[in-house]
């Protein structure tokens, strides 16, 4: 068996997360990332991706659910220094580089807490922002396969947990986000069908029902029709779709494809009494979508399709293919604004 123990006391280690975290704090102090903006990317505007929220940490942490009071903070930012604007208007602002920089916030999956947390903060600064459905899951009991796994870790007596060829420690909150996250990362490798018989499997190991009723009030609940609605005629929430069952598009036959993609759009639709014309690629990345999944929704007239490829959005960047940086849980204030600026991004490229 290999073992996923990692020793956080690696001094070198250490060393080097408190470096990067002085430069962080540092860089967003001295309002560089501003700076750096104005100064050479006027033009690219960002998309910013976050998923669910909640009022205090998970037993287990997972990077998708970003606290209430960072949330607020980090809004706070963008009304003092940034123009929020819709996701569907960023094609036609990509030329105009004057004013604050532009941003757009997108929310992924549908989490009941987009409506309890993040639209009451949003509805008070009026802001415009884009929910992405998995829409299977709108208006059940049910929830994405990730966040059973996750409450299955936080419950569980186990300290080891042998899974997949793998031995994971579960002895401290830390080494099971840890397990938590490379978990996921292992089972999104797999065939859909295949990941969620995989995830049922590890929840009964761990100790866990997995197709148990999410209930109200739980930080996996997803949203329902009539929140979804209300937030539709409000004017300020877009809503686009985000596939039916939320698989990785790239695992799954053609004819799979194009009925998670189309028969998203119609629920979308049906809900809101709009039709629907943004999209989100789940998990995002350029290997989890191709150009056919492109073709199905240019015959669906989509208008804007967001990745989660990192990087501005300009007058180069295909509509359908946009780019967005992601929120987690361990975003602190500093890399938000290095990230909302896309200084990180062009010191990586």
Known sequence: MRSMVIDMRDDSRQSYSMTKSMAYSLAGFAGVPRLFQRTFLRDGISVLMYHAF???????????????????????????????????????????????????????????????????????????????????????????????????????????????????????????????????????????????????????????????PIPPGSPYRMLGAAEVREMAASGLVDFGAHTCSHAILSGLSKPEREREITESLAVVERLTGSPCTLFAFPNGRVRDFGPYDVEVLEGKQITVAVTTVDGPNDQATSVLEMRRYGIGSDTSMALFKLLTHHVLWAVRK
Not at 73 to 92: D, F, G, R, T
Not at 145 to 155: D, G
């Open 54 to 212: 909640t009022r205090e940490p998970l037993a287990v942490p997972d990077w998708c659910f970003v606290q209430e009071r960072s949330f607020e903070e980090q809004m706070a930012y963008l009304k003092n220094h940034c123009h929020v604007i819709p996701l569907k208007e960023v094609p036609s602002l990509t030329r105009e580089n004057s004013g604050p920089p532009k941003v757009a916030l997108t929310f992924d999956d549908g989490f009941q807490s987009n409506y309890d947390i993040a639209w009451p903060i949003l509805k008070n600064l009026g802001f415009p922002a884009t929910i992405f459905l998995a829409t299977d899951f709108i208006g059940s009991d049910d929830t994405i396969w990730f966040c059973r796994v996750n409450e299955a870790l936080s419950k569980t007596p186990l300290t080891t947990l042998e899974w997949d060829g793998i031995t994971y420690d579960l002895s401290t909150q830390r080494s099971r986000a840890e397990a938590h996250a490379a978990i996921q990362d292992r089972l999104k490798i797999h065939q859909h069908s295949q990941l969620l018989a995989k995830a049922r499997q590890l929840i009964q190991i761990l100790g866990d029902r997995p197709e148990k």
